[in-house]
DNA sequence: TCTGGGGTCCTAGGACCC
DNA sequence: TCTGGGGTCCTAGGACCC
């Protein structure tokens, strides 16, 4: 058997830990540069449907009316929690894989004598108690039908956010409970599609011929299909795996003319995204550059561009690599736009180990690798961009997305430490 | 005025190899 | 009339996830 826990409202309840002032209100929280809602607790929930990714300009009036408290996203906070609530689950099985910063799925192999209902239950108590922080536990033979219990576990009343299914009626019932749309797996297109033929619910699903599933769905329909009846096809993943590709791509605060401004935006985002590709001892091979204008706006004149280069040899070298992503930026950069966003994306990601050198050019030598290491350790131990390329720049405020509403860093900086006062 | 960001997997088709 | 057979690698595009 598989549980999958779930955090409710990760985000929300997040800021809600360190607010009690805030317990049982309505919370939402913003994405980047306060654009969007992306996370409503259910107070906030209750009070207007609020669809995900609404933009916040929409229906501020209508929360503000309602008392509702916004928080621009805070992911130091969050990512910390979330790795609390991971080290919790593996309090209950050595095997976890952690599926998402708020979805983990537990191995629980081994345990068929254990009371599968009120092993959820201590899970769902203990982190409670420990972090404060509220989820669900869906309990089943497969992951997808372990998702679909965890939704179970929230949405049908009186199960107090833990079920299990573990027999062929519960089953069946669950799958003629669910709504196509809202199987894991099963996105917008499939849902119309499914609809147009007459299935409705994943039990429907569930009775389609599997040629057909393969057929218009590919194996990843067919792999759905299986998982709903039981048959397990989705391996589980306690290691996770090297990422194929690494990037960034935040909008502005403002909006840009200037080469130079965006150049320091990209060579920022560089230095982060070559960051996480040290992190995981790999080298990468391509570096692809891209701007673009805001393309909501219908007044502005629109342009977007993409160029990708290729690495002499593979690297991890924050230098080498902004030096090639400079020139790719400026090989598609038009003087004349309002530019609204740059990304970068590291991909032909290999192990460092596996790098290969060739007559003209070698791996980068030991005096380099020594600096790159002493610049991450400075900055793992003193605070992000402690120490940093100059190409980056002073003007980091005339770029960098706007976050009004963040909270504290309660659980990382000794600075934004939670005061309680008596 | 204001509209997120970071990923994965699969398939088809083209270009190429012997 | 009739035009081989067995592969690899790469890319773009689509669908999905949180």
Redesign the pocket.
């Known amino acids: 058997m598989i549980a999958m826990v ?1 955090c409710n409202s ?1 985000y929300a309840s997040c800021e809600q830990v360190f607010r009690p002032d805030l317990w049982g209100k309505p919370v939402v929280v913003l ?6 809602v ?1 996370a409503a607790n259910k107070e906030a929930k209750a009070l207007a449907d609020i669809p ?7 229906i ?1 009036k209508h929360l503000v009316k309602n008392k509702v408290t916004f928080f621009s ?1 805070n992911y130091t906070l969050y990512g910390e929690m979330s790795q609390r609530v991971m080290n919790i689950l593996t309090t209950f099985s050595p095997e976890v894989e952690v ?5 983990s799925f537990v191995d629980l192999s081994g345990m068929e004598h254990v009371d599968l209902n009120d092993y959820g239950h201590q899970v769902k108590n203990k982190i409670y108690r420990h972090l404060g922080l509220p989820v669900g536990v869906g309990i089943a033979s497969t992951k997808v039908l372990a ?1 679909l219990a965890n939704r179970i576990s929230k949405k049908v009343a009186g199960n107090n956010h833990v079920f299990v299914i573990d027999s062929e009626e519960k089953r069946i019932d669950a799958l003629r409970w669910a709504k196509i749309g809202d ?11 499914l609809q147009n033929i007459g299935v409705h619910t994943a039990y429907d699903f569930t009775q389609l011929p599997l040629a057909w599933v ?1 057929r218009e ?4 329909g067919e ?1 759905m299909w299986r998982e709903m009846r039981g048959e397990s096809c989705l391996e589980f993943t306690v290691i996770p ?11 502005f605060g403002q ?1 840009l003319r200037d080469l130079g401004r965006i150049e320091e935006a990209c060579a920022y ?1 560089i230095s ?2 070559s960051e ?1 590709l040290r992190a995981q001892r790999s080298c990468a091979t ?1 570096v692809q550059v891209f701007v673009h204008t ?1 393309y ?2 219908n ?2 004149e629109q342009y977007s561009n993409s160029k ?1 280069v290729t690495m002499a040899i593979p690297t991890n070298d924050t230098f080498a690599l902004i030096i090639e992503a400079r020139k790719a930026l400026r090989l598609i950069y038009k003087p004349g736009y309002r530019y ?2 740059v ?1 970068v ?1 590291l991909s ?1 990601i290999i192990p460092q180990e596996y790098v290969q050198g060739n007559l003209f050019h070698q791996p980068s030598g030991l005096n380099k690798n020594e600096l790159i290491r002493a610049f991450d350790r400075i900055n793992n131990k003193y605070g992000k961009s402690t120490v940093s390329s100059a190409m980056i720049g002073t003007r980091i405020n005339e770029w960098e ?1 706007i976050k009004k509403e963040r909270s504290p860093r309660y659980t990382t900086q000794w600075e934004e430490l939670l005061e309680v006062n008596s």
């Open positions: 779930d990760f994405s980047n540069n306060d654009g969007c992306i995900m990714f609404e933009p916040v300009f929409k501020k996203s599926y998402s910063i708020d979805e998702k199987v894991w797996g099963i996105g917008r297109k499939h849902t119309k599609r393969r769905m590919t194996v990843v792999r795996k090297p990422k194929k590709g690494i990037g960034t791509a935040k909008s909006k985002y982060e995204v996480v391509y805001n909501h706006s007044v502005d990708t609204k966003k990304g994306c032909g997305l």
